[in-house]
Each structure stands twice: as structure tokens, then as C-alpha cells.
């Protein structure tokens, strides 16, 4: 099948999963169309995805660049809050630190979770959002609909 | 990842456990229960619910599903039928900091302040929104104790 079919074909089955999702609906009928024709990580995706528009994950790229915490500034008595692992517990802890809020997580953890999500965990500041020291600002009014104000 | 649960475990056992949440079974960590009595200062006061709550593979990624006893819970933000419970913080609000017993107080929680705003439970839905709070108390009270055969909610 080319793969624009299968996008097509795709992007209709998922609206009809969004239709079944109502909650006034069979939730029966919603699952059993789904372990049959959709793949476990796709059902996953789709149930966790909400709305239209949501905010999806970081690019790998993003999740690369994150600064790491020299090993000398690592807090080691103190835990992941994502897998609750003390800091020091690793021989060799990888800890990254989030721009903006600049919280404290294991790489692995926070890779995870933004691969899927843009928000930090603690305090679900937009990860990958330019702050507005580095939005332009004389070009503002010419986007009304920007969607910060929204 | 599932170190997590048993880090969620031990310290569940060394806090005291309050709402005797805990593996179904004894090997499989993917499968757990709670129990607790209804708040106090709601009408659910002097009855004993039982949660169920189903770990995902990638817990704490995802949020884990979570239901009361199918047939249990009358309440505007849970299905009678099947127990699921509608919570902001199990869906597109979670995070993966919550643990467990967090998501158990947050069921709790909304025994104390139900939200009207997305019902699962259509009849108790509108008794809220209406504000007619007899009706409300009693319609959870009828259901409470005549579980079996109470109105079919949809």
C-alpha cells in the first residue's frame, strides 16, 4: 500500500477511535475495535492523546541538548522524582537539569517522559517554549491568534 | 522501571498503609487494590469502597487504570457499571511524580468534591448541576444500599 493510503487510512481509523472514546459510548465495543485492528503502542498513544490540541513530545534533538549537571553539583542524597532512585545511588549519575525551571531529573527518566510530553513533571512548565526574553516582540500584533493568549 | 513499585511498596509498609493499598497477588505487581471508608463529611460516610488499580508495562510514563468495584460507587465521576472513575490526574494531567497512594487520596478527594463538570454517572450529573442536593444525597444513598438492583445507569 503507498503510504499516503496507509496515512489516510490511519487518520480515519483514528477518528473513528476518537468518536468511540465518548464517554456516553460503548466502551466495549471501543476496545474490542481496538485490540483488533490497532498496534499496542498506537492504542496507547491515541487514549493518552486527548485532545486535538495537545502538546506532543520534545524532539530527540531537544532531549539531547539538555545541560547535564557536573558531577560535582549533583545533589546526591537527593532522589529522581521519577523513579524515586537516590542520585548517589548511581556510581555514575547522569542527571539533567530542565531550562526555565531548572529541576533535577535522571536523563533516562526525563528522556522518557519528554519524548511523549512537553512539560516538566514537577511543575509543567513547557519545556521546549522560548520564553519571552527571547520572543520578538514588535512582531506580536501582526499575530492575533498567537496562541499564548488563547 | 519497576523498581518503582517495589521503592512504592516498601515505603507503603513503613508509613503505616492507611488505605491498605497493596498487590492483588502476591507476584504480580501489576495488579493492585485499596480499600478505605467513605470521608466523613460526605454522603458516603460508613460504607467501604475497594479500588482497583492496573499498572501499565510503562508505569510511571503512563497513569495507572483505575476503577472502584464495578457496582459500588454512586458518584457523578465514576461509572456504575463498570467503576471507572473520570480524573483529570489520570489522563492528560498526569505526571510521572505521582505514586500510587497519590492516586488513591485523589479518588478519595473526589468522594469530597465531586465535579460536575464531566459525569460519568448521567442522573447524579444532573442532580448536581441543579442543585438539588436532597435528591443528590438520596439517589447516592438508594444506590448505596440496593447495589444490585438499582436503576440501570447508563
Known amino acids: ?150 | 522501571m519497576n523498581s518503582r513499585l517495589l521503592k512504592e511498596w516498601t515505603q507503603l509498609n513503613k508509613n503505616g498503609n492507611k488505605y491498605y493499598l497493596c498487590p492483588i497477588e502476591e507476584n504480580d505487581m501489576t495488579h493492585w487494590q485499596s480499600e478505605f471508608e467513605g470521608p466523613n463529611n460526605s454522603p458516603y460516610r460508613g460504607h467501604k469502597f475497594t479500588l482497583y488499580l492496573d499498572i501499565p508495562s510503562n508505569y510511571p510514563m503512563s497513569p495507572p487504570k483505575v476503577r472502584f468495584k464495578p457496582y459500588s460507587m454512586p458518584h457523578v465521576n465514576v461509572d456504575w457499571k463498570t467503576g471507572a472513575v473520570c480524573l483529570d490526574i489520570l489522563e492528560s494531567m498526569w505526571s510521572p511524580i505521582f505514586n500510587l497512594q497519590y492516586v488513591v487520596e485523589s479518588c478519595l478527594r473526589l468522594l469530597t468534591e465531586p465535579n460536575g463538570e464531566s459525569p460519568l454517572n448521567l442522573e447524579l450529573g444532573i442532580l448536581l448541576r441543579v442543585s438539588d442536593h436532597t435528591g443528590y444525597n438520596g439517589l447516592i444513598n438508594y444506590y448505596l444500599n440496593h447495589p444490585h438492583n438499582s436503576l440501570s445507569s447508563k
Not at chain 1, 483514528?14 to 472514546?21: E, G, N, P, V
Not at chain 1, 496507547?44 to 539538555?66: A, M, T
Not at chain 1, 528522556?111 to 512548565?125: E, F, G, I, N
Open chain 1, 1 to 150: 500500500m503507498e503510504s499516503t493510503d496507509r496515512r489516510n487510512m490511519r487518520t480515519q481509523f483514528q477518528a473513528l477511535f476518537d468518536t468511540l472514546r465518548d464517554p456516553q459510548s460503548n466502551s466495549y465495543l471501543l476496545e474490542l475495535f481496538a485490540s483488533m485492528i490497532v498496534s499496542p503502542e498506537l492504542q496507547e498513544e491515541w487514549l493518552n492523546g486527548g485532545d486535538s490540541n495537545k502538546v506532543k513530545g520534545c524532539s530527540q534533538e531537544f532531549i539531547d541538548s539538555l545541560p547535564r549537571v557536573p558531577r560535582s553539583e549533583i545533589p546526591l542524597k537527593e532522589s529522581c522524582p521519577i523513579c524515586y532512585e537516590k542520585f548517589g545511588d548511581d556510581e555514575y549519575p547522569l542527571v539533567a537539569e530542565l531550562p526555565h525551571c531548572h529541576h533535577y531529573f535522571d536523563v533516562q527518566c526525563i528522556s522518557l517522559w519528554l519524548s511523549k510530553h512537553a512539560t516538566c513533571p514537577l511543575c509543567r512548565d513547557v519545556v521546549n517554549q522560548k520564553t519571552f526574553d527571547n520572543i520578538d516582540l514588535s512582531k506580536a500584533e501582526l499575530e492575533e491568534d498567537w496562541g499564548m493568549y488563547s
